[in-house]
DNA sequence: CTCTCTGCAAAGCATTTGCACATTG
DNA sequence: CAATGTGCAAATGCTTTGCAGAGAG
């Protein structure tokens, strides 16, 4: 593993290794956002077949760690992981499920204010913001279940 | 079941009906905050013995279904449950994972203004604020793990 | 009485982990 | 070479579900 671009460095800078399994993950964190473990996997095996679930799991929580990779978890849904470009939120349709970044710089600041009357340091927020989506709202009902 | 004081009424209004269990639960939800499926199981078997925990997912399900009871998950940890009094927030520590309830009513309308913005309607949000409460900042270190 | 609920226990998913071998630095 | 990472597969934890009997209206 020599080479060595972009994300990769941050791990480099890190106490860890960068195996291929890793640049391979990180990787297909640069291309798409919001991926499950699971597409994630798929990702990842179509360049090294050999790789297991939990390698990704284990990466990606060392990513985490080191704050390359930001999670984003929702009621009930597997949890979706990406790269942790810039500070965003989240806006999801409760009808198809998709989900969008959004910007609301607001939020942060918003937050460290409450935060810090109850005595809180080193904060930080994730909004979530639920609704129907245009596509989803012009179907009139998709009376299912 | 006749009983029916305060939150019961919401589910007589629909169209469940109110057992004792679900009145039990409810109670629970009424007493305290952030519970998790097994606490409120707990809490329930002391005063109903034989209750299981299907039945508490299940009335969990239909009294958020039914808007009786807020859902609030954070990544890795168990889902919690309260009773849906007024819309709210977390505040939620890092360090010990205490969670306290914080009114931001902007964050509502920041939300409204972003997901109109993307053309979606019915629109709700949940704000996750995270940090280290004072509790937590006056212990030096925890140098845990 | 009919239809809905419940307890039980097994199933289902997402995620974590122990271990022996492969790899990195 | 020593330390770290990986694949595999079993284990875990939370939540959901099928079924037959119990209870609500």
Same mark, same amino acid.
């Given at each position: 593993?020599?080479?060595? $671009?972009?994300?990769?460095?941050?791990?480099?800078?890190?106490?860890?290794?960068? =195996? $291929?399994?890793?640049?391979?993950?990180?990787? &297909?964190?640069?291309?798409?956002?919001?991926?499950?473990?699971?597409?994630?996997?798929?990702?990842?095996?179509?360049?090294?077949?050999? %790789?297991?679930?939990?390698?990704?799991?284990?990466?990606?929580?060392?990513?985490?760690?080191?704050?390359?990779?930001?999670?984003?978890?929702?009621?009930?849904?597997?949890? $979706?992981?990406?790269?942790?470009?810039? $500070?965003?939120?989240?806006?999801?349709? =409760?009808?198809?499920?998709? %989900?969008? +970044?959004? +910007?609301?710089?607001?939020?942060?600041?918003?937050?460290?204010?409450?935060?810090?009357?109850?005595?809180?340091?080193?904060?930080?927020?994730?909004?979530?913001?639920?609704?129907?989506? &245009?596509?989803?709202?012009?179907?009139?009902?998709?009376?299912?279940?």
């Amino acid at each position: 593993m020599q080479d060595t $671009k972009g994300v990769d460095a941050g791990l480099l800078q890190s106490r860890y290794r960068l =195996t $291929k399994q890793r640049a391979a993950i990180l990787r &297909a964190l640069e291309d798409g956002r919001h991926l499950s473990a699971e597409t994630i996997l798929e990702r990842v095996r179509a360049q090294l077949p050999g %790789v297991s679930l939990g390698t990704i799991y284990r990466t990606l929580d060392i990513l985490r760690s080191i704050g390359l990779v930001q999670i984003f978890s929702h009621a009930g849904a597997a949890a $979706k992981y990406e790269a942790a470009l810039e $500070k965003h939120h989240h806006l999801v349709c =409760t009808q198809c499920g998709e %989900v969008t +970044n959004v +910007n609301v710089s607001e939020a942060l600041t918003l937050s460290q204010t409450i935060a810090h009357e109850h005595g809180f340091d080193d904060v930080d927020c994730a909004l979530v913001v639920t609704g129907r989506c &245009a596509r989803c709202a012009d179907v009139p009902a998709t009376a299912s279940g």
